[in-house]
């Protein structure tokens, strides 16, 4: 996997209650620290595409598993406060006076370490950013079906997730992802590239050990609406919207972030995707 990439370093950080979490460090140390947040489907192995691009570009990339996802210990309480919490203390861990965010997804924890831990937040990139589930989201495909199912019967989430860890193959993952994907050509050709598959691959896998908690207390949070508080100011926020994104329409993007992040820059980018 880190061909052409630097070496990941792993590290558990303990947090104040016993519980763990996990950090990969792909350095180099002196460079500046950028937080590369996974989405509610995946854990925090990023593509090494995006890791080498910020290495490039004079960036130390980071990634931690949000609590209950991948190696990270459950935490109680909000699922999105709760990994904010996680990312302070990865800060304290780390002696970094600030850090700048990349949500791949995610939004939501971006937006609790902003609003919860002002000062250690930097400037942040938004990349599609979740909207909650509802009667008008968008429903075409293999997604919007499980999401539309999921809001109708949002206690459904656990079984849902334990079905479909029970079946996570990389054959069943590649299939799954393509049918997801369809209505989305940009997507479709990304993972036309092996080395791409393969790192989603591995941002998946880890949900087939039934460490699902994460992804059941998010994705049940969406279903059942998350009334997120606005920042005071997200002029340090930039949102980019892909117009293919086969999850969500761009305008609901647009019409649910842009009262919650006044003075953030968005851009819909009409040759993108998810």
Known sequence: WSENVRGESLRLIPREDGGRIALSDFGPINARPVLIVHSSATTRHPARSLVRALQAHGFRPLAIDRPGFGLSDTRDGDPFESAAHDMARVCAALGLPKI??????GAHAALAFA????HLCGRVVALNPDTVIDANSKREGVLGAAKHAL???PHFVE????IVSAQATQRRVTQLLRAAMRSSPPDLAVFEDERELADYHRAVMLFATGRLSGFIAEQRAYAEGIDAP???NARDWVLLIGAFDPLHHADDMIAYWRPRLPGARLQTLGDAGR
């Open 159 to 162: 079984k849902f997730a334990r």
């Open 115 to 118: 609003r919860l831990y002002p």
């Open 230 to 232: 606005p920042l005071a």
């Open 100 to 105: 700048q965010l990349i949500a791949r997804g």
């Open 151 to 153: 809001w109708r019967r």
